[in-house]
């Protein structure tokens, strides 16, 4: 949905509201799917050299779990804050632009025309944690033969490699006491 702000740009103190009904986003991200619409509501208001923008808005996605790869659903509830410079000042970063990289951006808010799909799509990029877990728990796949250890456990013998680092990380453990206590 691009919203046009014309209006709003022309009138200082102007305030607007507009309920969000948003059909899921369809690209979002790798690893990120919308399932279901998005609703909430923002408010549009007129402070001279910006527009003030001012909501909230929820939906639930579905992401892919970084341990077990499988995918598990996630609510998404978040509030909207923005101040969109008004054409002819400089143009601003948003705070949700501002922690994507470069080529994930789209221009957000020119010629007046406000991208709220865009806004929407890089809200919800940065609400998902970069390592998503379906749960803090979750114990994985077994790197050997591939079990989702969630389900249940498979027969593999113990890694060495893991048991070397256990070691390895037994032995900084000590360290750090023996530092501590000189
Ligand atoms: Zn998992
Ligand atoms: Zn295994």
Known sequence: MKLDLGEIILHLGKRIRYQIDE????DIEDGIRNIKPIKGE???SNAAKHIVVRGHF????????????NPYKMDIS????????????L?????????????A??????????????????????????????????????????????QEPCNCPPEEGNAA???LAMLLEQKDEDESKS
């Open 165 to 167: 680092f256990a070691d």
């Open 105 to 150: 951006k789209e221009p957000l808010f020119e010629d007046n025309i406000l991208n709220l799909t865009e806004l929407l799509r890089q809200y919800i990029i940065v609400a998902v944690p970069i390592k998503p877990l379906c749960d803090e728990e979750c114990k994985g796949l077994c790197s050997q033969c591939g079990q989702n250890l969630n």
């Open 23 to 26: 059909p899921p986003i369809k």
């Open 91 to 103: 143009p601003e970063t948003t705070e949700a632009e501002a922690q994507l990289p470069e080529d």
């Open 58 to 69: 929820t939906t639930e996605i579905e992401v892919v779990c970084a341990r077990c790869l």
């Open 42 to 44: 923002v408010v549009f």
């Open 78 to 89: 978040l509030p909207i804050e923005e101040e969109m410079l008004i054409a002819g000042h």
